[in-house]
């Protein structure tokens, strides 16, 4: 009676605890050897995974449910990922979070797990898909902001724009800051005494000239004014007797009107289509994305249709 007890003791012992989760091991094939699927340190494109692990931050699915939580395996390459109890049809994996371009897999099976048991779900091959470049035939500097799935590691503005991940970005143009040129100078004055527009004009226009000429610019530098395409400076003194009222105080306007912006066209694979600013794209593999100003001729089109 007693070696009964006994030996039934010792199969609730052994018994599976159904209120633990199945333990599936999946490994990775062909990563490139700068992404191990796990590392000890923290790093770009890892999210962690235990004290001192890091896993790849690949999204894996067994159906369409994602693990409770995963840990190191047996072997290169290799996960356990941990899930209740169900049937399993298909096992996925995607690195959509990361800048590694590499391929969603994903492979047919047929597994019933049951808690607290170990499971062997093969491997999964995986392939680096060809990296995508942006561009600008123009200047001034391209911004490529990566927008959500990303993990937190991962920078948001890329840096590398030949060699640009698959994902969803905000594609952002900045030109450079307009050139800085000479004021354009109207300059009135307004005379009294000896010399005005009736007494001796050809004096008052003499001393208006050299003082637009020499002081203006001056008094402008010293003041930190700053002119650039279609800027005028409309400035006003006062003359008494042929001498400048306070020469180094004139009166001053800015006024400004810009030339209109360039229209800037995104050209991807042979289509071109009008650019605005924080456009958003969805690049895939292998694209190539070039930002260009319009062409003349084609702007010509579009103005004489209008």
């Known amino acids: 009676m007693a070696s009964t007890l006994s030996i039934a003791a010792a199969l609730l012992l052994t018994a599976a605890n159904p209120s633990k989760p199945a333990a599936v091991t999946i490994c990775f094939e062909g990563l490139p050897k700068e992404l191990p699927l796990f590392t000890n340190a923290p790093a770009k494109n890892y999210r962690q995974a235990g004290e001192e692990l ?14 409770q939580r995963i840990s190191r395996g047996k072997g290169e390459g290799c996960l356990k990922a941990w ?41 999964l091959a995986v392939e680096q898909g060809q990296f995508s470049s942006v561009s600008a035939n123009l200047p001034g ?3 490529l902001v990566r927008l959500p799935p990303f993990s937190p590691e991962l920078g948001r503005t890329s840096d590398d724009l030949k ?59 010293l003041q930190g004014v700053k ?33 209109p912006p360039p229209e800037i066209h995104l050209v991807r694979d042979g289509k071109r289509a009008p650019f605005k600013f924080g456009t958003k794209v969805a690049i895939q593999y292998g694209e190539s994305l070039v930002l260009e100003e319009q062409p003349r001729e084609l702007a010509d089109n579009v103005k004489s249709k209008r």
């Open 227 to 259: 002119c650039h395409a279609g800027d005028h400076v409309n400035m006003q003194i006062s003359i008494n007797d042929g001498v400048v009222y306070r020469p180094l105080e004139p009166t001053y306007e800015v006024t400004s009107k810009p030339p």
């Open 163 to 221: 060699r640009v991940a698959s994902g969803s970005y905000q594609l952002n143009y900045r030109p450079p800051p307009p050139p800085e040129i000479p004021c354009e100078i109207s300059l009135k004055a307004n005379a009294e005494g000896t010399v005005t527009e009736t007494k001796h004009p050809e004096v008052l226009r003499e001393i208006v000239e050299n003082y637009r000429r020499g002081m203006a610019p001056s008094i402008l530098s």
């Open 141 to 143: 500097k391209v911004e």
């Open 83 to 123: 899930l209740p109890a169900q049937w399993v049809d298909e096992i996925s994996a995607s690195f959509e979070r990361t800048d590694t371009n590499l391929l969603p897999v994903s492979r047919k099976t047929k597994l019933k797990l049951k808690p607290d048991l170990w499971y062997d779900g093969g491997s």
């Open 54 to 67: 890091y896993v790849l931050d690949v999204s894996v699915r067994l159906n369409d449910a994602m693990p």
